[in-house]
């Protein structure tokens, strides 16, 4: 394939492309959905360069399929998550964790910002060259929608090319949802989680709208470059779906580095000025008024389906505009597949990458694998220290009818565990919820330094009945964060 007919990404440093000369380029555009300059047949079809859709690129060529996927844009080669969201916020997180008293917040921010410039820059080329360097897969830039039945238009400037495939895989992810609140329009000081990303110079003053984890992540890491930071949240308290002793260890913990949480609270409008924006929000049923050099509105995602055509490949959407999926990620349309956010699962890359493993099976295995085989998928909220969490709350827990016990401890009193206490920082909790009459756990919600790996080793322990007694029993390496278990797990009432 690339011998006779290719177009690609041409990457840039400067995150330009172009389209190479073809023979059949040139003939004029008469009816965009009806005619194209270029065809193309494959095997396999990826729209959108997400986390399960690049995967099973890869796999497909290197079983020696024709492989063709689509991107928007030159500066999302790899998908969001390296761009956008994972990778750029860590960094950006992890380097605010580390600031000193002493660092200046605009040149430390700005060395920060570089930093994951860089970085991000090389994963991008990495992702590329994984691809380009597969001799069956055709790069294709452009905005891909729907023509008929795995028919595909790309458009990519004045140019366009059809794609029909024997499957297709829709990977277009997730945008910031808009809101409906007067003014929220992004632009000028008023940011999505993308752009503020990109603000420049360090905003003095930050109004965070939407408790969320992306707006608590934002929350954590602007007051660690020295922004003053108010998070509105219209819930009567903190992460509502959190048992109230957990939620309440991380509104202490965001307090602590200088956070104000305002709960209760409903925006109703945004106004953005000359150099600062203002916000009104109602609490308590009276009227407030704050103002701040930037906002982030951060109120939850949309399915990416706009323009895509869905209707005319038989592609069902739910309600909220998602695609429409069994357990083995099948769409309404016969060899369509959904896999990562567009698919309307939990909002993770290694979600994403899981659906791919359910596809792969049903394109090349026996087929036997599906989103059903998921138990216990784990979730960290990156805050320092991070909240990790998988399983059921205590809540849930005793609402299902459970013989609950549970083990819960404040880091800082834990003595088996200084990990912690060396790192610098033995703020957060260790809460356990197991069956009493099994000692199964049910869940877990750790927030401390390395949660983010130890919630790992608990839901391998959940998916592969491992119970709570030997978890308590086991050995860990010391000092650990992971010793914590030791200990907590002696203490279920
Ligand atoms: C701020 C933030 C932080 C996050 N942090 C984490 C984290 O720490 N860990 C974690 O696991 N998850 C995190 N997530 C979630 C994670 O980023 C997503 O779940 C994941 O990236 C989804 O990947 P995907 O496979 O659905 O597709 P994506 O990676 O979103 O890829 C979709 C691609 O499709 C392209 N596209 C869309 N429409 C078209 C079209 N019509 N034609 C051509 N191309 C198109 C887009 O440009 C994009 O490149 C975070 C999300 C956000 C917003």
Redesign the pocket.
Known sequence: MRASFRLDLRFAADGSHEWPDCPSKGSEMTDRLGKADHEEHVDLLV????????TLAGTAARLGQRVAL????A????????????????ILIHDAAVRRESDDPDDYFAAAVARRDTLTAAMRQKNFSLLDQLDSVLL?S????FTGEREVL?TGGDDTLRITADTVII??????AVPSINGAQIGGSIHN??TL?HVSPLPRSLVVVGGG??GL??AGMFAHYDSAVTVLDRGERLLGHEDADVAETVAEVLRGDGVTIISGATVTSVVDGDDRASITYLAAGEEHQIDADAVLV?LG?SA?????GLERAGVTTDDRGYVVVDEYLRTSAPGVFA?????GG????????D?NRTIADQLFGDGQRSTDDRVAVP??M?LTPPLSRVGLTEDQARSEGYDVQVGVKKMADIAAAPRAKIEGDPRGIVKFVVDGATDQVLGAALMHVHSQEVINLVALAIRHKITATALRDSIYTHPSSTEALNEVLAALS
């Open positions: 729209i959108g360069w997400g986390k399960g859709g690049k689509i991107e928007q844009s500066d999302m080669i790899g998908g969001s998550c390296i761009n956008v969201a994972c990778v750029p916020t860590k294709v452009g905005r891909a929608e790309v990977n277009t992810g997730s945008v910031p989680s993308e990303q984890y992306v992540e934002f951060a995602r990416a389906t706009e323009g895509l896999v990562g956010d567009v698919n939990p909002q993770f890359t290694y979600v994403s990458l659906d979730y960290t990156f």
